[in-house]
């Protein structure tokens, strides 16, 4: 049975631009990983094809079957999470563990506000 | 509503239907694609699915190439549309290094020319295996052919958005409307739900 958990510092869910995010990274699988990866990244979700832009990808060493790592990842201005009738913008982090192909998503919002910007026609 | 939150956002449709055949359910099981395994095997992996726009042809390559990655062979995806109809600059210098246990997967073989066309089959003649998907039959033996319904629809309709403003839709209108495209009805279907609160 494997179980990935991604937990930002603080319990934390909104972010703004530019400030670190802090967190730690967690599994358990059945055998000693060959790779663990943690992305940064934001998407587009609506009626249109879907956009992704990697920001940043950290590779954990030498990872045991069971085990957690803290991650500090700087994170860009922009853009903002946001949502309109069309199209959102998501930010995540994403776990990712091979062999396997385990995934973990944690969402989170990224705006000065910290609050998902809402666009209203 | 926000576009995330929409019951109909492409992703959402993509990830939660599957291709379905007009009496199957529209199901994440990939059902259809391991149908069709028997059949690749006696036309040496050289084959086309068949069908109209919006018809499932995409989404069942995209199964199929799945179901056959997950045995072992290399997918070789070339993706055409009228936005991008012709074949990657690279293409070529990528095709001289096909051989056993790839499988080219074209999605709109249709966009290309004869001369485009003679062009793939030889440059894919060391390969395992060449799919396409394309609106008429003639350029590859059929696999199957890709249909649609209303009842179709209305099934892809409930398991969306099983409540809400897209649930009372009238059907079989929508699909008359869109000519038989589900992918179109469920554009419409977006609209609504993103406009209704």
């Known amino acids: ?121 | 509503m926000k576009a995330r939150e929409n019951p109909f956002r492409s992703t959402r449709v993509r990830s939660a239907i599957r291709y379905a055949a007009p009496h199957d359910d529209p199901d994440d099981s990939r059902s259809g694609a391991l149908a069709l395994l028997p059949r690749l095997t006696p036309l040496r992996h050289r084959a086309a699915i068949v069908g109209p726009h919006g018809s499932g042809k995409t989404t069942l390559l995209e199964d199929l190439a799945h179901v056959l990655a997950g045995r072992g062979f290399r997918i070789i995806w070339l993706r055409l549309d009228t936005d991008a109809p012709r074949l990657p600059r690279d293409w070529g210098e990528h095709a001289g290094r096909l051989g056993d246990g790839d499988i080219v997967c074209l999605d709109g073989a249709e966009q290309l020319d004869p001369i485009g066309w003679a062009r793939v089959r030889w440059r894919t003649r060391r390969a395992t295996g060449l799919i396409v998907t394309t609106h008429r039959p003639g350029r590859l033996p059929t696999l199957t052919t890709c249909t649609t319904s209303p009842a179709l629809l209305a099934r892809i309709i409930r398991r969306l958005a099983p409540d809400g403003p897209a649930a009372a839709a009238p059907v079989a209108a929508l699909f008359d409307r869109h000519h038989g495209n589900v992918r179109e009805a469920l554009r419409e279907l977006y609209d609504v739900c993103a406009t209704a609160s």
């Not at chain 1, 703004?16 to 055998?31: F, H, K, Q």
């Not at chain 1, 663990?36 to 045991?64: H, M, N």
């Not at chain 1, 853009?79 to 973990?104: D, K, M, Q, R, T």
């Open chain 1, 1 to 121: 049975m494997s179980a990935l958990r991604i937990e930002l510092a603080g319990g934390r869910k909104a972010f703004t631009p530019g400030e670190p995010l802090s967190g730690r990274a967690s599994w358990r699988v059945a055998d000693a990983p060959s790779s663990v990866e943690l992305r940064l990244f934001w998407y587009t979700s609506g009626k249109g094809t879907q956009d992704v832009g990697i920001v940043d990808t950290s590779s954990f060493a030498a990872p045991r079957a069971e085990d957690g790592r803290d991650f500090t990842l700087p994170l860009p201005r922009e853009p903002y999470s946001f949502s309109g009738h069309l199209i959102s913008v998501v930010w995540a982090l994403e776990l990712l563990i091979e062999p396997g192909g385990y995934v973990e998503r944690r969402e989170f919002v990224l705006s000065p506000t910290g609050k998902e910007v809402v666009l209203r026609s």
